[in-house]
């Protein structure tokens, strides 16, 4: 039985549906990435496709799986491997698409203070939007359904877990940064931004506080985050692994230090930060040697197993 399992047993009970559906029925047809254009509110103006494999599970699980900057949700379903694994384990994959413009080109909003707020709107908004949709269309359920990207989707991982912790069961991050690290969108491009260029540098406490602040009033289970980065990444630093487990820690009220370490594959270092019952809730993933390249072969695979949907 896998770590997660227990913390999704904890996290089943107090999961809502963040948002109401207003979207028509699907036309999607098995096997295919079908887009939805009509799936609710969408203050982020965020496109939606979702694949549907031939053979789901009963109450499907759902993944929310997230491209990077420049990127779009049909490059990601291509190159991700997030389809393959579909259709092997019978889950249902949402790819958003961002439409956000920055310097950086279209990335997913986790700079303006709409995307730091519970239901304040921009992208956020928009992806649970497509949740709530992807429950009632297809009966995804609601007590497994999970976040994950890389890089602009992997901070958006981040901002999903902190905003929708009722929604979201575990999330994976791949290059992400701690959620609101960035200060606005002029602090977003990597070449003058505080966040990416090494100078945040803030305490536990402090970056936990960000979670906390995000959804006011909010006293339910946080959801388990797994976190990656390779330590050759030049454009959203390694150093940023480190800021993010210490939110992540300090949100779970958990030790700093690792409660034990391991090697799920050759160059691949995991700390594992559990609890008094053993339960692992963050799991802090260096790979040696990886630039802004992440996924790379297994990663999904050790991702969707984190998430309790592979035995």
Sequence with gaps: MRRIRAALTALAGTLLLAVTTLGLPSTAHAAELVEITDFGPNPGGTRMHVYVPDNTQPNPPVVVAMHGCGGDGPGFAQSSGFNGLADQHGFIVIYPTATQQTAFGTCFDVWSPQSKTRDGGSDPVSIASMVSYTHQQYGGDPARTFATGSSSGGMETNALLALYPDVFAAGAAFMGVPFSCFLDEADFPPWNSQCVNGQKDETPQ?????????????????????????????????????????QWTDVHGLSQTPSFTDQPQPGWERENFADAGGTVWVESITVRGAGHTLPMSGMAAEAISFFGIAD
């Design 206 to 246: 402090t970056w936990g506080d960000a979670v906390r602040q995000a959804h006011p009033g909010y006293n339910g289970p946080r959801p388990p985050i797994q976190l990656w980065h390779g330590t050759d990444d030049t454009l959203v630093p390694f150093q940023l692994l480190r800021e993010a487990t210490e």
